[in-house]
């Protein structure tokens, strides 16, 4: 490098080995920007997204913490850092981080709608659903918020009004999977079998490599006295998540009943 003590030409540098492929050089090459002027922020996002692509999640996390501090009002860092602790099952971690995040950005629906995805999972589903509805007062088009909303729902023990936040989101947005999916799961659960299935198929045509999907398939066309179908669709979700135990318990269950 011409002059090593210029911050600029280490982060293009960066540049260069990222577009060759070389990540673990481009995150040295950042960490040299940085010890050089640490008051850019998009460095340390820069350097934070690179751990976390070369596996390096506990690296990514620090990262975010520290630019976190740095930047206060840069709500990226905080929403980054909830993130990566509900993917560890931190929830209640990633809620508190999430509201760091809105401190900075109060009106963003993305922001809401993801911490009421966490509130869920950390256990809250009353706050959970007043944060979508939060979300949905501001862009009534978030699917998002959509989804987490009608989750806080059927937590809630509100099935019927779950299934109508669905199906008045898929309205809007009628190829959203995630919408779809949540929807045949109620509807299964609520034993409206033939609907359940109608649909699980929907989402099967926009993403047929779904194994939770076929699962539900499966479990639909169980209870409808499909047996083969039934037996077909819990093979195909073993066969997209070998991992996954209870597909091939299903399975077997049907193929005994």
């Known amino acids: 490098m011409a002059n090593p003590s210029d911050p600029v030409l280490w982060c293009k540098e960066a540049a260069g080995m990222m577009t060759r492929g070389d990540e673990k050089g481009a995150i040295f090459c950042y960490q040299e920007s940085i010890k050089l002027r640490p008051g850019i922020p998009d460095v340390w996002y820069n350097l934070a997204r690179l751990f976390e692509k070369t596996g390096e999640r506990k690296e990514a996390l620090a990262t975010h913490i520290t630019a976190g501090k740095l930047f206060p009002g840069d709500f990226r860092f905080s929403a980054e850092r909830a993130r990566l602790l509900a993917e560890s099952?931190?929830?209640?971690?990633?809620?508190?981080?999430?509201?760091?995040?809105?401190?900075?950005?109060?009106?963003?629906?993305?922001?809401?709608?993801?911490?009421?995805?966490?509130?869920?999972?950390?256990?809250?589903?009353?706050?959970?659903?007043?944060?979508?509805?939060?979300a949905l007062a501001i862009d009534p088009g978030c699917s998002l918020a959509i989804l987490h909303k009608a989750h806080a729902q059927a937590a809630l023990g509100d099935a019927a009004q779950a299934?109508?936040?669905?199906?008045?989101?898929?309205?809007?947005?009628?190829?959203?999977?995630?919408?779809?999916?949540?929807?045949?799961?109620?509807?299964?659960?609520?034993?409206e079998y033939e609907a359940g299935l109608a649909s699980i198929e929907?989402?099967?045509?926009?993403?047929?490599?779904?194994?939770?999907?076929?699962?539900?398939?499966?479990?639909?066309?169980?209870?409808?006295?499909?047996?083969?179908?039934?037996?077909?669709?819990?093979?195909?979700?073993?066969?997209?998540?070998?991992?996954?135990?209870?597909?091939?318990?299903n399975r077997d269950a049907v193929r005994k009943g």
């Open 163 to 191: 299934k109508e936040t669905l199906e008045n989101g898929l309205s809007a947005v009628p190829d959203d999977c995630r919408l779809l999916k949540l929807l045949a799961n109620l509807q299964i659960r609520s034993k």
């Open 89 to 134: 099952g931190k929830y209640t971690e990633a809620v508190a981080a999430a509201s760091d995040a809105l401190v900075s950005a109060p009106y963003s629906p993305t922001l809401l709608a993801n911490k009421a995805g966490y509130l869920i999972f950390a256990g809250n589903p009353n706050e959970a659903l007043q944060t979508a509805e939060q």
């Open 202 to 249: 929907k989402v099967l045509l926009l993403d047929p490599n779904d194994a939770e999907s076929w699962s539900l398939k499966g479990a639909a066309s169980a209870y409808l006295g499909r047996k083969e179908e039934a037996v077909s669709a819990f093979e195909q979700a073993m066969k997209l998540d070998p991992k996954e135990k209870s597909y091939r318990k």
